[in-house]
């Protein structure tokens, strides 16, 4: 993005009195959209970039994680994905500070100012937030796939926590950033529909590998009955693009790996941050791959 347009774009806010915080966090997000990705542009997005090339080395790409062939989450694995949680609880904090600041309804001259300053700000905090989480991680001995994983499972799947939880902002099948006011039915429905088809996408080769090392194994020491539920879903999945993995219910499995960390995971959910997690994520993802 050009100097001249972003400093066009802060004349014309000033210039009208910005009447809505809807408005500014759009503006915020058209300027990541355009410097996320840029080399150079912004010093701390290369430092996480950095880090998330570590972790790709390290532990490969996040559709490549395979989850354990017998359906459970080790107590050790969900220990890990917690402490990577409570690792990054103050970054969080922060970012949630300046969104709700954002979106709040302070309409006068003083209060759009500080907004836009605040929206500024709110970039490189971003990507401290990315560079934090993926240290967390390296420390955690924890995968990009892995963390995703659990987060869809615990967080979506069985806490039935909103895939669009967090800011007006979606991503479309041409990696394109959408900013809208999100008010009305459909919109919001347009908006859920982009974030769980990329769930699907990211979540679905998961499950076939996880399928593939239960047929290696010959399906020793497995239910019978967890196979199916596997095959079934991804049968489901693969029928439906736009299906959230295991919406119709975790199995027994699973849930019985997450209940013991029930109140940890409620505790540690950002309703403000998800979006920026997996979206902003995923786009570094893509970018990183070309």
Known sequence: MEPKKNTATKKWLLGCGIGCGAVLI???FLIIGGVVFVKNMVKSFEESEDVFKDLTDK???IEEYCPSPSGKISPERMEAFLETREAIRPVIK??????????DDDESSRGAFKKLKTGLGLIPKIAGFLKTRNLALLESKMGLGEYYYIYTIAYYSWLDKPLTDGPPIAINENNEFNYQHWEDE???EIRHDLA??????MILPMLKNQYEKLIESS???FSEDWKDALEREINAMEENRYRLAWQDGLPEVIVSSLLPYRTRLESSYSSSVNNIEFIIEQRQ????VR
């Open 219 to 221: 399906g020793t020491g």
């Open 186 to 188: 459909e919109s919001e």
């Open 59 to 61: 532990y490969g790409e």
């Open 94 to 103: 922060d970012l949630e500070h300046s969104i709700n600041f954002l979106t």
């Open 285 to 288: 993802s893509e970018h990183a």
């Open 196 to 201: 769980v088809r990329r769930l699907h996408k």
């Open 26 to 28: 759009i503006v915020v």
